[in-house]
Structures are given as C-alpha cells and as structure tokens.
C-alpha cells in the first residue's frame, strides 16, 4: 500500500483595475504588469445548482460549473467534467461500474477505444490475464476508487481523429494530448449521485498527480508550444453570463484591468498555493500573517471560502449580519473581507460571501456585541421578525504539512476575480472580472429581487451547503 498526500486550492487576488480604490477592486503597486494574452481555447463551462433546503426553505444553492472533454476513438467519447485546480488526476466513471451513482453518468468505455490500454500505476501497461493496480482518491466531498488507463484526452468538442493523438495537438475544437487516466470502479453518492457531471479533470500542479503522465498540464506543457496557462471566469449565471475556461492562455477580455501576479509557495505540495500577509473583516485584523504564517489555497472545485479552524467562529461572528423582513443577504450592510497578498490586496464583498437567503433568528437566541471575539461577547435578545444573514465559510482543511492558518479560496472568490495560473513560472495572476456586477457602479450590490435559476433536480434536505473538490489523500493498491 503506498500513501500519497493530496489537497487543493482555492482563490484569491487582485489590484486596482482602474475602478479606485472602492472594496470591488484590487489595491496594488506599481509593480504591477499586464502580460500580453495569447489566444487560447475558449472552453464554456456549464453551472449546475442543486437547491440545499432547510425547514423546508431554500436557504442557499450547491453549485457547480463543468465542461466537455472527450476520449479516446475512432468515434470520441465525451464527459462532463468540474476543472479543478484542488486536485491532479482526470477521473472518469467507468463502464464497470454498476453502481447507481455511475449509472446516472455516461461511463468511459475502454472497448470503444482499440488504442488505449490498461496500465498500472506506475505507467507500465497491464500484463495480459493479470490484475492492474488501483486507486482510492479522497476529496473533501467524497471520494472514488479506480483503476488506470493509456488514453488520448481532448479538451472541447470532440474529434474525429483524436485516435491518432501521438502528441499535443491544437485544433479549431480542442486541445488534444496522451496521458494516463483514472476510470472509476465505485464513485460516493456525494457528490457525484447530486450533480449531472460525469467525473474530475484534476488542473493542480504535478506533484498532485501519481506521476507526470497522470497530469494533463504536465503533458501540455511538455509538447505544446503554446503558454502552458490557463484561464477561469466564473459567474453566477445571471444576465447571460456564460462562465468559460482559457487554455493555453488567457481571455482578456474577461478582465477589468491588470493582471497582478503572485509565485506558488511550496509547489512540492502541489496546491496553487499562495502567501498571505494580513487578512481583515472590516478594521478587524484577522490573523497575523507579517512572518509569512498565513496561506491561501486556490480551488476552483470549492463553493465556499475556507477559513482555519481556529478562526472559525471569529469570522462567522463579524459577517453574520441580522436584519429586519426577508431580503437577498447579498444586499446586507456587512463589513468588507480583505486578504493582502503580493503587494496587492483583494476584497470581498456581502455580494461576494453571503449566503443568499437568511434564515430565521429566534427570539430566544443569542447575538455578539462589540468586536465579534467570542471572549468578548455579550447575550442578547434578538428582536421578533429578525432574518440572520449568514457567509458562506467553512474550516480548512488541517495537516502537518500545511499552515495551521490556511485558508481557501473558492467560489466567492472566483466570481470577483480572473484568476489565471501559469504552469511554467509557478504563479498566479488576479484580476477584477469583467463581470456585470463588478460593472455595477462602484461595487453596488446586486438587486435585492434578482433570482438564480434552480435546475430540475432532486433537492437536498438537511445538506451541507459547500462542494468540496479538493484533493485530501490517494492511496495506491499494487497487484
């Protein structure tokens, strides 16, 4: 049994986009630069929402935003897949598994493809008539176990000659390259029995993955003369906004203005992993992060914003805000979230990290007066008809190898801001999304009466609001 150690990000980023110095933008330097943008492959990422209902209310939506690749031929198979920078392998649902969680998605099929192959773990193909390795991947949100295969993987739509893949090829419909890959034989119900999605396509830096050739960027970046970057815009879907990922580049045309970049710390992890120097809620300085202690984790793959343990009720407390009637939290008079970075400071609004309806404040329940530290804290009694406005947060994850003040930076973030992730000089650039909110005058809040279209699927009583994607451990089985 060999052990290896996984987790993944999330986002955070950005500088002064020409906007002032308002909480919608980032505050930088003069350091800063806007690198030219290539043109990349525009691949439109779909948002499902599954609606989390508590008390029989629809207090928030579980979301997640996926794309098409295809595999394998002579005619291509394709999936839907969640990019996920909070992991390293692509994992698809395999033909072999019967269970009801994968016969609720389309299942990869290595008879449809006379040019793939087993392998083990190891790269090295199956020998006929024997038993291959397998892999068990833990993610915060379930987990799959699988065996492995010799594939071609194709980004976009799929192609007629993807058989013929040899090396990393770019044409009008997708980015094509060989790789192993990871074919499920059990898959958790969660998430993966909520969500219409087929499987993972991991985007984490390659010490994430088994080996190099288990990491698609790895191998893009290996054969591809192309900037071996990539690009996500992500939106809440209203007013037409279609989320998009960029490969082999970025879209600057999603931005507000310039890229500000910040070098991946301790890239043998293999998280976007980034250092953080202070982090506030509104005049409240969070965390003391002037020694470097403090780290942030991008993950494209989390609906939330992960906070350390420690910290956790802290911050609930100074951006849980009650109000009087029902309104969008959203639009609530809540203090501002701000993390400083590589010489430029990002921030979030209650657009950006509440929750979107409130829930119920009991007349018997208990509030924090005063600076939100619980030791501080003084009982009250909440007034009748008040609505409790709440983040959306949850606590990082927690391990020797990473920092006891790690945070996670998902959803929230990403809607904000552009990210973009450069595999050849290990960083990341953040810019303000060229985004109908952040077009908004000056960061206003987004309407009070504006509705999220909630999908046709089963909703979820009692759930756990976050989807939780990042890469926590995979563990190998040799034959």
Not at 221 to 239: E, V, Y
Not at 448 to 462: F, N, R, S, Y
Request: glycine share 10%; with cysteine.
């Amino acid at each position: 049994m060999f052990y290896h150690y996984l987790i993944a990000a999330s986002v955070l980023a950005f500088a002064d986009a020409g906007v002032g110095s308002s909480s919608i933008g980032l505050r930088g330097s003069d350091h800063s630069r806007q690198d030219q943008a290539d043109t990349p492959l525009l691949l439109p990422l779909h948002r499902e929402t599954v609606p989390v209902f508590k008390s029989g209310k629809v207090v928030s939506l579980k979301t997640a935003y996926s794309g098409k690749v295809s595999v394998g031929g002579p005619v291509a198979q394709e999936f839907s897949v969640v990019f996920d920078t909070g992991s390293g392998h692509v994992v698809l649902p395999s033909s072999s598994c019967t269970s009801s969680t994968c016969l609720a998605h389309h299942r990869y099929n290595i008879t449809d493809s006379p040019k793939a192959w087993p392998v083990n773990a190891d790269g090295e193909p199956v020998p006929e008539d024997d038993l291959c390795d397998q892999a068990t991947i833990g993610y915060g949100t379930g987990s799959v176990t699988g065996e492995f295969i010799h594939e071609s993987v194709c980004l976009g739509s799929p192609i007629v000659h993807a058989q013929n893949v040899t090396e990393n090829v770019r044409t009008s419909n997708g980015i094509c390259t060989t790789m192993n890959m990871v074919v499920a034989v059990e898959m958790s119900a969660q998430p993966f029995e909520s969500f219409k999605f087929d499987g993972i396509f991991g985007l984490g830096l390659e010490s994430l993955a088994l080996t190099s050739q288990f990491s698609f960027f790895s191998r893009f970046a290996a054969q591809s003369k192309r900037k071996a970057r990539f690009g996500f815009f992500l939106s809440d879907g209203q007013h037409g906004e279609q989320s998009e990922i960029a490969l082999g580049g970025h879209n600057s045309d999603r931005l507000m203005g310039p890229l500000l970049w910040a070098p991946v710390a301790a890239t043998k992890l293999g998280f976007w992993n980034i250092k953080i120097k202070a982090v506030r809620i509104g005049d409240v300085e969070l965390a003391d992060c002037k020694k470097g202690g403090c780290k942030a984790i991008l993950d494209t793959g989390t609906s939330h914003l992960g906070v350390p343990s420690h910290h956790m009720k802290t911050v609930t407390d100074l951006l849980t805000k009650d109000i009087a009637g029902s309104t969008d939290c959203r639009s609530a008079a809540a203090p501002t979230f701000s993390i400083d970075i590589n010489g430029f400071t990002i921030t979030l609004g209650p657009e950006d990290y509440m929750q979107r309806a409130p829930s119920q404040v009991s007349s018997s329940s208990s509030g924090l007066l005063g600076t939100g530290d619980p030791s501080t804290a003084v009982a009250h009694q909440e007034p009748a008809g008040m609505q409790r406005c709440q983040p959306r947060v949850m606590p990082s994850p927690t391990s020797p190898k990473l920092s006891p003040n790690l945070f996670i930076l998902g959803e929230p973030v990403l809607h904000r801001y552009y990210t973009v992730y450069d595999w050849t000089s290990k960083q990341v650039g953040f810019g303000l999304a060229n985004s109908h909110r952040n077009r908004l005058s000056n960061g206003a809040s987004p309407s009070a009466t504006a509705q999220i279209k909630v999908e046709a699927l089963d909703a979820l009583e009692g759930e756990d609001e976050e989807i939780y994607l990042m890469q926590m451990s995979v563990s190998v089985s040799f034959c």
